[in-house]
């Protein structure tokens, strides 16, 4: 069983910037697979970034070129440094593990971004 916990969110400009962070449990953090995820109101739950076990990132297009992934191993945490935000980036930030076979989410955390 794996934990995620999930911080960092928050309101913002448009323009302005947010680092959201998760917290997993686990002595393995080094073998997870970890991503983040969004879902606006009214939309489906949709892939922002991932970073595999050996960093490899991926982006969505939507968030290319101003969201940056990456992780500490040494602290078993992610982050997703979030830069030139704009108003549809408003959404829940979910935090997502797999490992093992299994799927792991955060509780997520709210991203407004309004002016």
């Known amino acids: 069983q794996v934990q995620l916990v999930e911080s960092g969110g928050g309101l913002v400009q448009p323009g302005g910037s947010l680092r959201l962070s998760c917290a997993a449990s686990?002595?393995?953090?080094?073998?997870?697979?970890m991503a983040w995820y969004r879902q606006a109101p009214g939309k489906q739950r949709e892939l922002v970034a991932r970073?595999?076990?050996?960093?490899?990132?991926f982006y969505a297009d939507s968030v290319k070129g101003r969201f940056t992934i990456s992780r500490d191993n040494a602290k078993n945490t992610v982050f997703l440094q979030m830069n030139s935000l704009k108003l549809e980036d408003t959404a829940v930030y979910y935090c997502?593990?797999?490992?093992?076979?299994?799927?792991?989410w955060g509780q997520g955390t709210q991203v407004t971004v309004s002016s």
């Open positions: 970073i595999t076990t050996t960093s490899t990132t």
């Open positions: 686990g002595s393995f953090f080094n073998f997870y697979h």
């Open positions: 997502h593990c797999a490992w093992s076979g299994n799927d792991y």
